[in-house]
């Protein structure tokens, strides 16, 4: 069982920055890759970065050169630093870990941009 703790979220202006993290109760060395995905009210949960073992990347093109994501093998955690924060980022944001065990979630952060 691996558990997964997001944190970092919050209210934020238009333009400005967050930097999320998600922690893991166990190494992420061997993970396949890890995530942050995001919901929206109302709307599915959408792929917004991900990482694999070897550090290759992967974003939503609505993110794409705003958002960063990495990985820290030591302390177990993953961030996702997000830049130029539009409103149409407020959603919550979940933390993704794809294992050999399975799949894992955290229970979310709310990221809120103002106009």
């Known amino acids: 069982q691996v558990q997964l703790v997001e944190s970092g979220g919050g209210l934020v202006q238009g333009g400005g920055s967050l930097r999320l993290s998600c922690a893991a109760s166990?190494?992420?060395?061997?993970?396949?890759?890890m995530g942050w995905y995001r919901q929206a009210l109302g709307k599915q949960r959408d792929l917004v970065a991900s990482i694999r073992s070897l550090g290759r990347t992967n974003y939503a093109d609505s993110v794409k050169g705003r958002f960063t994501i990495s990985r820290d093998n030591a302390k177990n955690t993953v961030y996702l630093q997000m830049n130029s924060l539009k409103p149409e980022d407020t959603a919550v944001y979940y933390c993704?870990?794809?294992?050999?065990?399975?799949?894992?979630w955290g229970q979310g952060t709310q990221v809120t941009v103002s106009s």
């Open positions: 166990t190494s992420i060395f061997n993970f396949n890759s």
């Open positions: 993704n870990a794809d294992t050999r065990f399975g799949g894992y």
